[in-house]
């Protein structure tokens, strides 16, 4: 939310048209007058529904569109920040401090879903047995989702099953 003059100042809706991520947009636009933005702690439930994995991949290739048009050095890194980068360097670490692959591969990937089920915890978000597989497949599949975002033009909102 935001008031009526503050928009009008920063351009209008004709500022952020061309833009992806709306909301993003407008952040920027209001910052770039030295404005600043507040996060509430109130969220707003998004009712998805059950989705085919080819759909779920779909939305968060959209997603990921949307920072790499919105933000391109941060979409550049997303690589290297991720779960499966901090599995893939511990592995190839080990070995240089006397420490089998496997087992840092295994430690790591324990230590990142252990801090992520902490945070959703704390945050109150659920966190019941299938998270940690999910944790799992989603940075499994986060290569394959950042390729996508990187190839595909836009972000295409109504894609047809």
């Known amino acids: 939310l935001l008031r009526r003059p503050a928009l009008d100042r920063a351009g209008g809706l004709a500022a952020i048209a061309h833009r992806l991520a709306d909301d993003h947009a407008i952040a920027r636009e209001l910052a770039r007058l030295g404005l600043r933005g507040r996060m509430t702690s109130a969220t707003v439930d998004q009712i998805v529904g059950e989705r085919a994995l080819d759909q779920v991949i779909r939305r968060q290739v959209r997603w990921s569109a949307c920072r790499?048009?919105?933000?391109?050095?941060?979409?550049?890194?997303?690589?290297?920040?991720?779960?499966?980068?901090?599995?893939?360097?511990?592995?190839?670490?080990a070995p240089l401090i006397g420490l089998a692959s496997i087992l840092a591969?295994?430690?790591?990937?324990?230590?990142?879903?252990?801090?992520?089920?902490?945070?959703?915890?704390?945050?109150?978000?659920?966190?019941?047995?299938?998270?940690?597989?999910?944790?799992?497949?989603?940075?499994?599949?986060?290569?394959?989702?950042?390729?996508?975002?990187?190839?595909?033009?836009?972000?295409?909102?109504?894609?047809?099953?």
């Open 105 to 161: 591969v295994l430690a790591t990937a324990l230590i990142w879903i252990t801090v992520e089920i902490a945070l959703a915890r704390s945050l109150g978000w659920p966190t019941g047995l299938a998270l940690a597989p999910a944790i799992l497949c989603r940075e499994a599949l986060s290569p394959m989702i950042w390729l996508g975002a990187l190839t595909t033009p836009g972000a295409p909102w109504r894609v047809k099953p």
């Open 68 to 93: 790499r048009t919105e933000e391109p050095l941060l979409f550049i890194a997303e690589p290297l920040v991720g779960g499966l980068a901090a599995m893939i360097a511990a592995g190839l670490a």
